[in-house]
């Protein structure tokens, strides 16, 4: 039995283990347990022996000065123990090593025992794999367990994996056995840039374990190394143009395969993300804070638009009209005006564009008053001109005004006097 001294009782504490090695790509793993021991102070309370669980020509001790006298670090497994406060107060069992080089089954069986002893409620295990991902696009992170109940209830996969597995899946299945509820967090880190550090990947994987026990975690300068990383390889990128026109591929591929998930319900979780995040404890609607805006995760951005906003769309393209398409119904737009005509037609859409017999077969009685000023500020082809010809009747109820702006126009006497005709015909045609 293993014997702590020094450690106090905990509250509902989960334990957060990641080692280095395969399971860690770009070190996205080992660095978030190591952002969380850094960010709230953990205290090591434990150690695994060195000498019984890894190959030093593998993994080799390093030398070091303090204060002139030269000390050795031996690789191993440490444990550390912090303290959250709050509202809701909870403790984290950080586990930080490098994956072992023999002996996995006692490996885990230690880890367990501190568990065991500590009434560690829950494990959670970071990994890091390599993927075909763009870097451009958020960081996808996947939760799996081994425990159908617990993947119903916390919304997570049931792991299927066949193949190669590493010391993430082998502690996974051992606390399956011993009845520990246990959960992977795995981030896919671009397998062109699997270097570390990672800081995008590393924030991706705090994100989904904030949002996996309840926590909020203090991320500190993450966000802004991630938006450094990301502009980096984006230089690195831009420089190559075979580099560049395969993430344009992955992208492309990301898009389409993400497309039927922009529903309504992923949505709405995405909002509740958000909103835990910006104001620990609350949920949607609760506390002054709470509103929509921009979830960021260190660049990768996954935008929620202000529903209070009062930021116009930018207008609508134009669609093609009913002869454009077989089979479509004419469109129903709107009536203008009187006071929209003289706005509407520029010195280019004189008096030849609109003769009396384009206005009865192009004009409906409710034509759209936002379509106007748009179509009527270019240059119209003939068909436009064609809709957009005003009848006898319509013409003739215009103001006063637009007679006056033929003058601002450049109209000449004789091509007024033409218009005059034209709108008595129009009147004696309403008669």
């Known amino acids: 039995m293993i014997e702590l001294e020094g450690v106090p009782e905990l509250i509902d504490p989960v334990m957060v283990a990641a080692f280095e090695g395969w399971n860690d790509a770009g070190d996205a793993a080992s660095a978030a347990v190591a952002h969380l021991d850094r960010e709230w102070k953990g205290e090591v309370f434990a150690a695994l022996d060195a000498e019984d669980y890894y190959d030093f020509q593998v993994n080799r001790p390093t030398v070091w000065l303090d204060g002139g006298v030269r000390k050795i670090t031996w690789p191993t497994t440490r444990l550390s123990v912090v303290r959250i406060g709050g509202e809701k107060p909870r403790d984290l069992v950080l586990v930080r090593g490098i994956e072992p080089s023999m002996r996995w089954r006692s490996f885990c069986n230690e880890l367990l025992g501190f568990a065991h002893e500590l009434g560690v409620e829950m494990v959670v295990i970071l990994g890091a794999l390599l993927g075909d ?87 500190g300068e993450l966000p802004e190394d991630a938006r450094a990383w990301q502009l980096g390889v984006d230089q690195l990128a831009a420089e190559d143009s075979e580099v560049a026109e395969y993430v344009q591929t ?63 769309r930018p207008p609508k393209p134009q669609q093609p009209g009913p002869e454009a398409v077989p089979g479509a119904e004419p469109e129903q737009p709107e009536q203008r005006t009187a006071e929209e005509g003289p706005e509407q037609h520029t010195a280019e859409e004189g008096p030849e564009q609109h003769t009396a017999e384009e206005g009865p077969e192009r004009h409906t009685a409710d034509e759209s008053p936002e379509q106007g000023p748009e179509r009527g500020s270019a240059e119209p082809g003939p068909a436009e001109g064609e809709r957009r010809g005003k009848g006898p009747e319509r013409r003739a109820a215009e103001p006063g005004p637009a007679e006056a702006e033929g003058e601002g126009r450049g109209k000449g006497p004789e091509r007024r006097a033409a218009e005059g005709e034209r709108r008595q015909d129009g009147e004696d045609a309403g008669e």
């Open 250 to 312: 992955l992208e492309e591929a990301r898009d389409t395969a993400e497309l039927p998930e922009a529903s309504g319900e992923a949505i709405a979780r995405e909002f509740e993300r958000y909103l835990r995040r910006r104001d620990p404890g609350s949920g949607p609607g609760s506390g002054p804070g709470a509103g929509p805006g921009v979830a960021t995760e260190g660049g990768d951005t996954s935008y929620l638009r202000d529903g209070t906003s009062e930021r116009t």
């Open 133 to 219: 991902t763009p870097h451009t696009r958020p960081v996808p992170v996947s939760g799996v367990t081994s425990d159908p109940d617990l993947a119903r209830t916390m919304e997570l996969e049931e792991t299927r994996y066949e193949g190669p597995t590493g010391i993430v899946g082998i502690l996974q299945e051992a606390c399956t056995h011993a009845g520990v509820p246990a959960v992977s967090l795995w981030a896919a880190v671009p397998h062109y840039v699997s270097q570390p550090p990672n800081p995008k990947a590393t924030l991706a994987l705090l994100n989904r374990l904030e949002d996996l026990i309840g926590l909020h975690i203090p991320l």
